[in-house]
Nanobody
Framework: QVQLVESGGGLVQAGGSLRLSCAAS????????MGWFRQAPGKEREFVAA????????YYADSVKGRFTISRNGAKNTVYLQMNSLKPEDTAVYYC??????????????????WGQGTQVTVSS
């Protein structure tokens, strides 16, 4: 059974850091591009960051560039999102997603094949 499980969310003050994890079970992450998306109350789900499946190219939304870092650990079958210098506007439910052999359409949520259940990130001012 294919499954993605996020963890690491929580409450943090503005300027603080969190590291989100997304662990895959039932399959290997190595053939999948991985993305992080977020959704705030009353807003649409938006792209945050992605990493391609083959050469590990990374992509970021302008709003998080320079503050967030996506990475993967093949041995642990896990993808991470390191979030630094957090702002109140980063508050949202964060989702990880997987796209088979993904390398091009990484910013489009509709192109992803599997999704996790989400983890809440709350940044207080």
């Amino acid at each position: 059974q294919v499954q993605l499980v996020e963890s690491g969310g929580g409450l943090v003050q503005a300027g603080g850091s969190l590291r989100l994890s997304c662990a895959a079970s039932g399959w290997l992450l190595s053939t999948y591009a991985m993305g992080w998306f977020r959704q705030a109350p009353g807003k649409e789900r938006e792209f945050v960051a992605a990493i391609s499946w083959n050469v590990d190219n990374t992509y970021y939304a302008d709003s998080v560039k320079g503050r967030f870092t996506i990475s993967r650990n093949g041995a642990k079958n896990t993808v991470y999102l390191q979030m630094n210098s957090l702002k109140p506007e980063d508050t949202a439910v964060y989702y990880c997603a997987a796209q088979k052999y993904g390398s091009t359409w990484l910013k489009l949520a509709t192109k992803y094949d599997y999704w996790g259940q989400g983890t809440q990130v709350t940044v207080s001012s």
